[in-house]
């Protein structure tokens, strides 16, 4: 049976914190975003504050780069924008003991597949909730929840900020 948790959009911005949340409504997972760090870390823990894993921005990358670590403070998984994507969002996930994973659709609007080669693995959808600003991580047996969501996480980060870069450069040149 799949497991759907609920997350809010564009809440991640550095220093802020929130909570995903399982199908039922229950605070399963918190997210806290860490401020006066050189680069965006974002830390998972479990209901209880115990630290599950982080995410990190890579810096001085070709391409915008997010590291997934272990409570210990281990490379599991990087998540990266594939380079040439004529037709839809794709973005590769390096995932360190284990399969790599490719995600796909609409990431912007919350509407994409995460894949194990042409397995479907998990999904991510707005259409499941009538709030707009909230989106689910729809997650298939046997596998692993934490890195699933901090996928999901690391690429909703990633998809907005180069979002708020684009806006950023198209106001300089209307100047």
């Not at 390096?94 to 479907?120: R, S, T």
């Not at 180069?162 to 950023?168: F, L, M, N, Q």
Request: aromatic letters at 8%; proline letters at 2%.
């Amino acid at each position: 049976m799949t497991t759907r948790y609920k997350l809010r959009q564009a809440l991640f911005s550095i220093g802020d914190d929130f909570w995903i949340e399982d199908h039922e409504g229950r605070k399963v997972y918190k997210v806290d975003g860490k401020i006066l760090r050189i680069r965006k870390t974002l830390v998972f823990e479990d209901a209880k504050g115990k630290p599950l894993c982080q995410i990190k921005e890579r810096l001085l990358t070709i391409r915008d780069t997010m590291v997934i670590e272990n409570a210990d403070g281990n490379e599991v998984a990087a998540v990266r924008k594939a380079l040439l994507t004529p037709l839809r969002d794709k973005w590769n996930v390096n995932v360190k003991n284990g399969p790599d994973l490719d995600v796909q659709g609409d990431i912007f609007d919350h509407e994409y597949a995460i894949k194990q080669g042409w397995d479907k693995v998990a999904e991510v959808s707005k259409k499941w909730f009538s709030f707009t600003d909230t989106y689910g991580v729809e997650i298939d047996p046997g596998q692993n929840h934490i890195l699933i969501l901090a996928i999901a996480v690391a690429i909703d980060m990633m998809a907005h900020d180069e979002d708020d870069k684009k806006r950023s450069k198209e106001r300089k040149k209307e100047k």
